[in-house]
């Protein structure tokens, strides 16, 4: 692979491996969704959803004091949440779900539960008040209505004695929520979230839906035409999205976006379960595109983070499934391996092989890394840039830390440090690989401590380490070709979050190319190796060494060597002493070797007459 040779070209080209493969004909056998701006996600939960969303939320409260509760909960995780068997995936949506509001109105429940006195009068026991907060969040954003029953769904008792508690009590729960409203003068329960929180909530109502397609079943082209005979358009503008029309990300050439009201309408579609297209954040595929410009058609790819196997099996697309493998590091139990493998294998997917082992702890030297050529790293950061919290948890299966994460205003210093020294090792890890030739490095955060820092320090360490001093990485812009610019800033992609897209940093780290040693640095090299004892250059003129330490050492030196040629590929005639002879120095020779200095001239006097 040649980075820096001119091939890589941008990555929104659509290329023929792309484009080809099936007709449209085996995609006529399913219908896409009806656009219908009704269709909003069920806000009706069962009771094992409040049950398992009081445990999610239970275990992502940050530890403090018992000194300093407010109120006081059975126990506050570390962000570690229990393993839960869920239903299905939209139970397990709207756990997360309604886990991720009840913490962002944290503070106002427990404000309003003790401003009410509920806890006077409706006296509760540790463990029964993370499902209390979780209830009455509920409530409150139902104007203290009740749901109605989940069919099919079996009620538990405490679930029912809480909701008939609160409800006993609503008059002056509401009457609290209703004086705090008017102290921060807020129409609506949303306005008294921390601003960032709104905006983030505001870009995830209206963010688009992005998939790609699976170029190991159908093209790119066969999905664009099924889409034309389905009666969608095809739009040229992100801001025209709306109704039955499609977008082309100008980036990824196997990606599609659709508007955010067809959400729910694709879950579950068949398009999505038989694997002909993957419901995936766009800055997945980016990290993905980044991969598949700087990689060859042969060589193998780890990444550092499997979570649930979209990424690693979207890059595994673009390589050889029979001659190239993608190794995928971070599944953490047998459940999680099988999770994966039937993921994959729905796909179609056969060179992803999944690693137990974290990345940190892997063996470089392992004959099995041998053709390792590009590294995807994509640590678990701050994401800062994300705005759709569960719905990236869900596609991405990131630690639920997430949530909590963005539920408050911003990160803490400490812990926006502590993260960029763990992508720090990360990277250094990975620059032990010994074919390595690129690093593609994705975050989510806007913070430059995780980002350019980063980037910054690890290069440092790279081209310092002692092993490594003819091989030195650059970073490079990720959908371009190599070109030399005058920011190092330049050599970044950043997506800034916003109503249509996640925020990211994606950058590439690649091997440059070794640049041709000079002839003076061989000869120097060569003179200080002994091989050429202490030669330093050459007289053009008449072949002979120049050596330091003046007539003696220069005398030695050629008497042991026979006045034999220096190099071994001088051994032309047209060479005196091994050295390549021009026709200026050979006139120059000749006219010294047969012009006589005016003293060493004889003159020859006519003889005399007889």
Same mark, same amino acid.
């Given at each position: 692979m040649d980075f820096a040779s001119g091939k890589l070209q941008r990555n929104f080209n659509v290329t023929d491996n792309i484009l080809r493969r099936h007709?449209?004909?085996?995609?006529?056998?399913?219908?896409? /969704?009806? $656009?219908?701006?009704?269709?909003?996600?069920? @806000?009706?939960?069962?009771?094992? $959803?409040?049950?398992?969303?009081?445990? &999610?939320?239970?275990?992502?409260?940050?530890?403090?004091?018992?000194?300093? !509760?407010?109120?006081?909960?059975?126990?506050?995780?570390?962000? !570690?949440?229990?393993?839960?068997?869920f239903r299905d995936e939209g139970s397990k949506r709207q756990t997360y779900n309604l886990a991720f509001t009840t913490l962002k109105y944290q503070q106002l429940i427990e404000t309003v539960l003790i401003e009410s006195g509920f806890f006077i009068q409706h006296p509760v026991s540790d463990e029964d008040q993370s499902l209390v907060t979780v209830i009455l969040c509920d409530l409150m954003n139902r104007n203290f209505r009740l749901p109605p029953p989940v069919p099919n769904s079996t009620a538990i008792p405490i679930v029912t004695e809480v909701q008939e508690t609160l409800?006993?009590?609503?008059?002056?729960?509401?009457?609290?929520?209703?004086?705090?409203?008017?102290?921060?003068?807020?129409?609506?329960?949303?306005?008294?979230?921390?601003?960032? &929180?709104?905006?983030?909530?505001?870009?995830?109502? @209206?963010?688009?839906?992005?998939?790609? $397609?699976?170029?190991?079943?159908?093209?790119?082209?066969?999905?664009?035409?099924?889409?034309?005979?389905?009666?969608?358009?095809?739009?040229?503008?992100?801001?025209?999205?709306?109704?039955?029309?499609?977008? +082309?990300?100008?980036?990824?050439?196997?990606?599609? $976006?659709? /508007?955010?009201? @067809?959400?729910?309408?694709?879950?579950?579609?068949?398009?999505?379960? !038989?694997?002909? +297209?993957v419901l995936q954040d766009r800055t997945c595929s980016l990290a993905c595109h980044a991969v598949r410009t700087i990689m060859e058609t042969e060589g193998d790819v780890l990444h550092t983070h499997v979570g649930t196997g979209r990424t690693a099996a979207h890059g595994a697309t673009f390589l050889d499934q029979e001659k190239s493998n993608l190794f995928a590091c971070g599944v953490d139990s047998p459940q999680h391996v099988q999770e994966v493998e039937s993921f994959v294998g729905r796909l179609g997917v056969k060179n992803v092989r999944l690693l137990q082992d974290d990345f940190l702890e892997l063996d470089p030297a392992d004959p099995k890394f041998k053709n390792v050529r590009v590294i995807l790293v994509t640590p678990r950061c701050s994401r800062s840039g994300v705005n759709n919290a569960v719905d990236f948890l869900m596609n991405e299966g990131e630690d639920a830390t997430l949530l909590r994460d963005l539920s408050k205003e911003a990160l803490q210093t400490e812990r926006v440090y502590e993260l960029a020294g763990h992508h720090c090792r990360l990277l250094q890890q990975a620059f032990k690989f010994p074919k390595l030739e690129a690093i593609v490095y994705l975050t989510r955060s806007i913070y430059e401590e995780e980002n350019e820092d980063v980037i910054l320090k690890t290069l440092e360490y790279a081209n310092s380490l002692p092993d490594n001093k003819r091989i030195r990485f650059k970073s490079y812009h990720p959908m371009m070709c190599k070109k030399e610019s005058d920011t190092q800033r330049d050599k970044f992609l950043r997506v800034q979050p916003s109503e249509n897209a996640n925020g990211c940093f994606l950058a590439v780290l690649a091997r440059e190319p070794e640049a041709a040693e000079k002839?003076?640095?061989?000869?120097?090299?060569?003179?200080?190796?002994?091989?050429?004892? !202490? &030669?330093?250059?050459?007289? /053009?003129?008449?072949?002979? +060494?120049?050596?330091?330490?003046?007539?003696?050492?220069?005398?030695?030196?050629?008497?042991?060597?026979?006045?034999k040629p220096i190099f071994p590929h001088h051994k032309s005639n047209n060479k005196h002493n091994g050295i390549p002879l021009t026709n200026l120095v050979k006139m120059r020779m000749t006219e010294k070797r047969n012009v006589l200095p005016p003293h060493a001239q004889v003159v020859v006097h006519p003889k005399p007459f007889k």
């Open positions: 007709s449209p004909t085996e995609l006529r056998a399913h219908s896409l /969704p009806n $656009v219908s701006p009704s269709a909003k996600q069920s @806000t009706e939960y069962s009771h094992q $959803v409040y049950v398992h969303a009081s445990q &999610v939320f239970e275990s992502l409260l940050p530890k403090v004091d018992r000194d300093k !509760e407010v109120i006081r909960y059975a126990q506050r995780g570390d962000g !570690e949440v229990p393993r839960i068997h409800m006993k009590a609503r008059t002056k729960l509401n009457g609290a929520l209703a004086r705090n409203r008017i102290k921060h003068q807020a129409l609506s329960l949303d306005v008294l979230l921390p601003e960032k &929180v709104r905006e983030k909530d505001k870009c995830s109502s @209206t963010m688009p839906i992005y998939v790609w $397609v699976n170029i190991l079943k159908q093209s790119v082209r066969s999905v664009i035409s099924y889409l034309l005979e389905q009666q969608y358009e095809q739009v040229r503008d992100m801001e025209k999205l709306e109704g039955k029309t499609f977008y +082309l990300d100008p980036l990824c050439a196997d990606v599609l $976006v659709f /508007p955010a009201s @067809t959400k729910e309408m694709w879950r579950g579609h068949p398009l999505l379960e !038989e694997g002909y +297209l002839p003076q640095d061989v000869i120097a090299r060569a003179a200080a190796t002994g091989i050429i004892d !202490e &030669v330093t250059a050459i007289d /053009p003129v008449t072949g002979e +060494l120049i050596v330091h330490g003046g007539r003696k050492k220069r005398d030695a030196a050629l008497t042991r060597r026979g006045n």
